[in-house]
């Protein structure tokens, strides 16, 4: 079940990934899901260790998680 729950929780993100230029936030992710914002950054963090994004620290101190 939790696998199920993470593979589709993964699609969505990169769904969301399409509309938001490659770059999310995690606020953008939990706008669009069922997650907290700490859930939504600790699911970026995850894909960020697993190498499928690069972490992006901008100017204001924002962290955008970057997909290729």
């Known amino acids: 079940f939790l696998r199920r729950r993470r593979e589709d929780l993964e699609r969505r993100i990169l769904r969301l ?3 938001h230029g490659g770059r999310l936030t ?3 992710v939990a706008r ?7 859930e939504s950054k600790a699911v970026l ?3 960020h260790v697993d190498g499928h994004c690069a ?4 100017d ?3 962290l955008h998680y970057v997909f290729g």
Not at 32 to 38: R, W, Y
Not at 55 to 58: G, N, T
């Open 60 to 62: 204001d101190g924002s």
């Open 17 to 19: 990934c399409d509309t």
């Open 55 to 58: 972490v992006d620290l901008e």
């Open 26 to 28: 995690p606020a953008i």
């Open 45 to 47: 963090d995850q894909l």
């Open 32 to 38: 669009s899901s069922e997650l907290t914002l700490a």
